[in-house]
């Protein structure tokens, strides 16, 4: 061993990770004074950390492991693919089985007319990957002006160079030089902050009204798309009405411009079915998907398109003129391999029904704790969802951002062995595996709620509320 490796190999690991790793959406100096915290192991819906803490996971990685941790059967395909053939090209007209074949299921799957679909590694390349190629339809399609892009403010579309533009969060702008020109944000469907937040239609009215404002003000032969997730996962979890995603579709149609709608949260039964699309009859122009179609496992993304813009693209070149668009790694075969196993848990395992089971009790403990003296709003569907809190429930008031309120209740949540989102905006998300229990889910609500109570023990917690009811 040379002096280097020793010199590594005799300090921590924080210390290392201090040194040389930076972490996603972090800040540097931030990360420096906290630290890493180490996770060893996971099984089921737990994990245990280097210190030998064991922790309920209710957030599912990063709302990616769906199927819970230590799955054997998923290693084993792994595994095997990897013995079998590791690697294979999507270039140059070669493929390997198991993408052929995770292709053909999904394509199955998915909301009727998305016949096509592109692999990437993740949700951020393949929302990349959508613009790409809506910019090429448009082009194709003998209508190269329509190059603006439509998106909710509160969104996330992943932190590409183009995709970051389309999530609506000031942390993916600042200093980035986004949005851009072209990229353009419409008010959230957040009932709980909106006007007419307890009427449903009102609030699907608003959105459309917003969005066909936006098309007249930017010139419908100059709007390319509209984006959005089913529901805004790291926006705060925002769920809009039943019929928004469908309202939306409708009106895309009507514009003349094509949907692309973001599922790399909400796919592969977070929600209840597959796709969120399906549970209102949805088929968008594009879909983007990641996170449950490996379950975290392996990195992997997918990117489907309807049949009617492959066509066009298709039809706009002579067959020898390839399309420019690809990645080295897109369509690995240890990666499908892996989905394809992960496909076989959520149907033939049951995960879909458990999720949909145990996304009862989850709903039952939503509306309890509702009653908490912290607890201003709940929002969920299927195994997503948040709790909003508020030192004053009849104003719907706000935390100073001084009080890092996320900050606080991270170390709560974790210090009570439960692992869930603590967003600076005081919002806990939630994502739990659909493995989990109903026991486990009684022991999330549990310690969340004993978290909650901790935090109201807080004097300067206490005091705020104090205030804001004097």
Known sequence: M???????????????????????????????????????????????????????????????????????????????????????????????????????????????????????????????????????????????????????EWGYHGSSSLGAGLTALGNFHRNFDLPRPWQHHIASPYQYRHPQGDDDAAVIASTVAALEAKVAELGADNVAAFCCEPIQGSGGVIVPPRGWLKALREACTRLGILMLVDEVITGFGRTGPLFACLDEGVSPDFMTTAKGLTAGYIPMGAMFMADHVYQTIADAAPAALPIGHGQTYSGHPVAAAVGLEVLRLYREGGLLENGVKVGARFAEHMERIRSHPLVGDVRYRGMLGAIELTPNKAMKATFDASLDIGGRLSKLTYGNGVIVRCFANAVLGFAPALCCTLEEMDTIFERVERSLDQLLDQPEIRAVVALQHA
Not at 62 to 91: F, H
Not at 99 to 124: M, Y
């Open 2 to 152: 040379n002096a280097s490796a020793s010199a590594l190999s005799n300090r921590s690991l924080v210390d290392i990770d201090r040194d040389h790793l930076i972490h996603s959406v972090t800040s540097f100096r931030g990360h420096e004074l906290h630290g890493a915290i180490v996770l060893e192991s996971g099984k089921g819906m737990w994990l245990t950390d280097a210190e030998g803490n064991r922790l309920l996971d209710a957030f599912a990685g990063l709302w990616c492991v769906n199927v819970g941790y230590g799955q054997d059967s998923i290693v084993e395909a792994a595994a095997e693919q990897m013995r079998k053939l590791p690697y294979a090209t999507g270039y140059f007209h070669f493929a390997s089985e198991p993408v052929i074949r995770l292709a053909g299921e999904l394509t199955a799957a998915a909301p009727e007319g998305l016949d096509h679909v592109f692999f990437t590694q993740g949700g951020s390349d393949a929302v990349d990957s959508a613009i790409r190629y809506i910019v090429h339809y448009w082009n194709a399609a003998g209508k190269p002006s329509k190059k603006h892009f439509i998106a909710l």
